[in-house]
Nanobody, 122 residues
């Protein structure tokens, strides 16, 4: 199984970006896609998760209301629409295929992407 991110870039404060996570190799919808981000010197932070099996979505508090996760099941792709971006959102964003969005499945990783850089200028 494999996931590949795309869609990062440089945007001004208040701007928007949409990240994509394309999944391949899955034979069922019994998995989830999580979005994570990391900045140098900090631990990786989970920010959102989408359950492909039941369509439930989850957000970390710092992005709730600004970021929206969605999926196109026909394309096996999960999107993260990011709006009202702030300089503190600058990070390397990763998507990962998980066993599920809830613990302990959220710690059972199936595949990681290579990351896509998001930079928000002040």
């Amino acid at each position: 199984v494999q996931v590949v991110e795309s869609g990062g870039g440089l945007v001004p404060t208040g701007g928007s970006l949409r990240l994509s996570c394309a999944a391949s190799g899955f034979t069922t919808d019994d998995y989830a896609i999580g979005w994570f981000r990391q900045t140098p010197g900090k631990e990786r932070e989970g920010i959102s998760c989408f359950s492909m099996s039941d369509g439930n979505s989850y957000y970390e508090h710092s992005v709730r209301g600004r970021f929206t996760i969605s999926s196109d099941n026909a394309k096996n792709t999960v999107y993260l629409k990011m709006t009202s971006l702030k300089p503190e959102d600058t990070a390397l964003y990763y998507c990962a295929a998980l066993m599920g969005c809830s613990s302990p499945d959220s710690k059972r990783y199936l595949s990681w992407g290579q990351g896509t850089q998001v930079t928000v200028s002040s």
